[in-house]
């Protein structure tokens, strides 16, 4: 292997030794494509067996695509291939030693240059089995879009039962969107969702005098089956029209329905120059607790409520926000254990807060002392399961 991989999985695979053990899967990992476009251009690319073209897929394969912080992402992937060949899952994911360590600037990142046009989504997610997207840095670098529904991730795929869209462990902000702006939408009854411990926050919108400034970080409508939104912390969305009440600031938006799960959410600060909702919660989700906001609209059971940012975070200042819990916050060890139930437990900075026995805290930050994930020299590395 001429990458500088060598042979070792990041995967750990493993294979029969013969003698009842096990040893290390013979394989090749090398870095193969420059952009995550290229890399989900290639998960319908089906093996033919003839090993003339050894980096594709065949039937049954969870595909894994691993960032590089060899250089920022710019682009807006579309997330829908695979259906041919019949694989079984995508991820796209960081390596480790290339991911954030819960601040912006570190690991792999996605970072706009230049307003883009319409409504699309910078992740646009339409698929027929589980996808997870997790690790990334997706700064909007104080961009938008010119169209009025724009999302940094759109969710949907009609869907079976646990054919889960998982977004978890991103880290999205600065975004300066025109109109309306989502930052994590999930379409109604259209799929199942996992949504964990991502940090989102300064994110503005503007109504420009012909349309309202609606801005929710993350949206729950009517999950198909059960659905978590667990340990996110969100912090700073705004309208930039001082006095503009035209549109809605909501955090985190539920509509009601049983089969959504909402807990330990930190969520801070909606509204610099207009009014808004942390949470909005006339219809709550189906399990609605341990959730803390920095107004009155964490009524569910055991939130915290009229909670001051600046007690929460290492730093709430603009433009220089550190979301980790300081020490004495309220968050600190109010939060409902979950076990690996949404697979919430792994937290921002990767501590396992199951594995590790924590009494668990609000938001996505588990406040015990991390080593601080290393940044290391954007590429993805190919894994065929």
Same mark, same amino acid.
């Not at 590089?68 to 079984?88: A, K």
């Not at 993350?218 to 912090?235: F, G, K, L, M, Q």
């Not at 020490?327 to 690996?340: F, H, R, V």
């Given at each position: 292997?001429?990458?500088?991989?060598?042979?070792?999985?990041?995967?750990?695979?493993?294979?029969d030794d013969g003698e009842g053990g096990e040893e290390q899967a013979s394989a090749n990992f090398?870095?193969?494509?420059?952009?995550?476009?290229?890399?989900?251009?290639?998960?319908?690319?089906?093996?033919?067996?003839?090993?003339?073209?050894?980096?594709?897929?065949?039937?049954?394969?969870?595909?894994?695509?691993?960032?590089?912080?060899?250089?920022?992402?710019?682009?807006?992937?579309?997330?829908?291939?695979?259906?041919?060949?019949?694989?079984?899952?995508?991820?796209?994911?960081?390596?480790?030693?290339?991911?954030?360590?819960?601040?912006?600037?570190?690991?792999?990142?996605?970072?706009?240059?230049?307003?883009?046009?319409?409504?699309?989504?910078?992740?646009?997610?339409?698929?027929?089995?589980?996808?997870?997207?997790?690790?990334?840095?997706?700064?909007?670098?104080?961009?938008?879009?010119?169209?009025?529904?724009?999302?940094?991730?759109?969710?949907?795929?009609?869907?079976?039962?646990?054919?889960?869209?998982?977004?978890?462990?991103?880290?999205?902000?600065?975004?300066?969107?025109?109109?309306?702006?989502?930052?994590?939408?999930?379409?109604?009854?259209?799929?199942?969702?996992?949504?964990?411990? =991502?940090? /989102?926050?300064?994110?503005? @919108?503007?109504? +420009? $005098?012909?349309? &309202?400034? *609606?801005?929710?970080? !993350? %949206?729950?409508?009517?999950?198909?089956?059960?659905?978590?939104?667990?340990? =996110?912390? /969100?912090?700073?969305?705004? @309208?930039?029209? +001082? $006095?503009?009440? &035209?549109? *809605?600031?909501?955090? !985190? %938006?539920?509509?009601?329905?049983?089969?959504?799960?909402?807990?330990?959410?930190?969520?801070?600060?909606?509204?610099?120059?207009?009014?808004?909702?942390?949470?909005?919660?006339?219809?709550?989700?189906?399990?609605?607790?341990?959730?803390?906001?920095?107004?009155?609209?964490?009524?569910?059971?055991?939130?915290?409520?009229?909670?001051?940012?600046?007690?929460?975070?290492?730093?709430?200042?603009?433009?220089?926000?550190?979301?980790?819990?300081?020490?004495?916050?309220?968050?600190?060890?109010?939060?409902?254990?979950?076990?690996?139930?949404?697979?919430?437990?792994?937290?921002?900075?990767?501590?396992?807060?199951?594995?590790?026995?924590?009494?668990?805290?609000?938001?996505?930050?588990?406040?015990?002392?991390?080593?601080?994930?290393?940044?290391?020299?954007a590429f993805l590395m190919f894994v065929d399961t």
């Amino acid at each position: 292997d001429d990458s500088g991989n060598g042979d070792t999985s990041p995967c750990e695979l493993r294979a029969d030794d013969g003698e009842g053990g096990e040893e290390q899967a013979s394989a090749n990992f090398k870095r193969m494509y420059s952009t995550i476009t290229l890399w989900e251009a290639s998960l319908d690319d089906e093996d033919d067996g003839s090993g003339s073209t050894p980096f594709t897929y065949q039937s049954g394969d969870d595909a894994l695509g691993e960032c590089y912080d060899d250089s920022t992402f710019n682009e807006r992937p579309t997330i829908n291939g695979g259906g041919t060949v019949g694989l079984n899952s995508v991820t796209l994911s960081v390596a480790s030693g290339e991911r954030h360590n819960g601040t912006a600037g570190n690991g792999a990142r996605l970072v706009l240059t230049a307003n883009w046009s319409g409504s699309v989504a910078i992740f646009d997610i339409d698929y027929e089995m589980p996808v997870t997207v997790e690790w990334l840095e997706i700064d909007g670098a104080g961009y938008g879009a010119t169209g009025t529904t724009p999302k940094c991730f759109d969710l949907g795929g009609t869907s079976t039962a646990s054919d889960y869209k998982t977004v978890s462990k991103c880290i999205i902000h600065h975004f300066s969107n025109k109109y309306k702006f989502w930052a994590i939408w999930t379409h109604d009854t259209r799929s199942d969702y996992k949504i964990n411990n =991502n940090i /989102i926050y300064n994110i503005q @919108t503007s109504n +420009a $005098g012909s349309s &309202s400034a *609606d801005n929710v970080a !993350i %949206e729950i409508y009517n999950p198909r089956n059960a659905s978590y939104y667990d340990s =996110n912390t /969100i912090h700073d969305l705004w @309208t930039r029209d +001082a $006095g503009d009440e &035209s549109g *809605d600031i909501i955090m !985190i %938006e539920t509509d009601n329905d049983a089969d959504a799960f909402c807990s330990n959410n930190l969520v801070t600060d909606a509204g610099r120059n207009a009014g808004g909702e942390c949470f909005d919660s006339a219809d709550p989700a189906g399990d609605y607790s341990n959730n803390l906001s920095s107004d009155a609209t964490a009524d569910g059971t055991n939130c915290l409520i009229n909670k001051s940012a600046a007690d929460q975070y290492e730093s709430n200042t603009v433009d220089s926000e550190d979301l980790h819990l300081k020490s004495g916050a309220d968050a600190i060890g109010a939060g409902k254990d979950l076990g690996t139930t949404g697979g919430s437990n792994v937290d921002i900075n990767g501590r396992d807060r199951d594995a590790e026995g924590d009494t668990w805290d609000i938001g996505a930050h588990q406040t015990v002392t991390e080593a601080a994930a290393t940044a290391n020299p954007a590429f993805l590395m190919f894994v065929d399961t």
